[in-house]
Nanobody, 124 residues
């Protein structure tokens, strides 16, 4: 079983940056793909981006492409979401998720392991 815990959220101004971390416990996630999703108030959870188990492949939602970057440190069992040029519409609870497949998908139902989420609030 994989337990995931996100951290690094907070309240920032538009244009600022934040780096979220997702640390795994219970077992290594070096052979798991990891994704980030987010959910804004009153909206459905949406895909943000994902990274393959090796870190060699990434994919992003169009809304964050060029602003957000996912990376991982398998030795530390951590995955990061670097968020630059933040916008008010990025305000949401951000979740990391893991799957024992090499790259996963954009569908949240394909990810069996989830963290509890961390709040990101961007004000204009």
């Amino acid at each position: 079983q994989v337990q995931l815990v996100e951290s690094g959220g907070g309240s920032v101004q538009a244009g600022d940056s934040l780096r979220l971390s997702c640390v795994a416990s219970g077992r290594s996630i070096s052979n798991h793909a990891v994704a980030w999703f987010r959910q804004a108030p009153g909206k459905e959870r949406e895909f943000v981006g994902r990274i393959s188990w090796s870190g060699g492949s990434t994919a992003y939602a169009d809304s964050v492409k060029g602003r957000f970057t996912i990376s991982r440190d398998n030795a530390k069992n951590r995955v990061y979401l670097q968020m630059n040029s933040l916008k008010p519409e990025d305000t949401a609870v951000y979740y990391c998720a893991a799957t024992p497949y090499s790259f996963g998908s954009m569908r949240d139902k394909d990810w069996p392991y989830w963290g509890q989420g961390t709040q990101v609030t961007v004000s204009s």
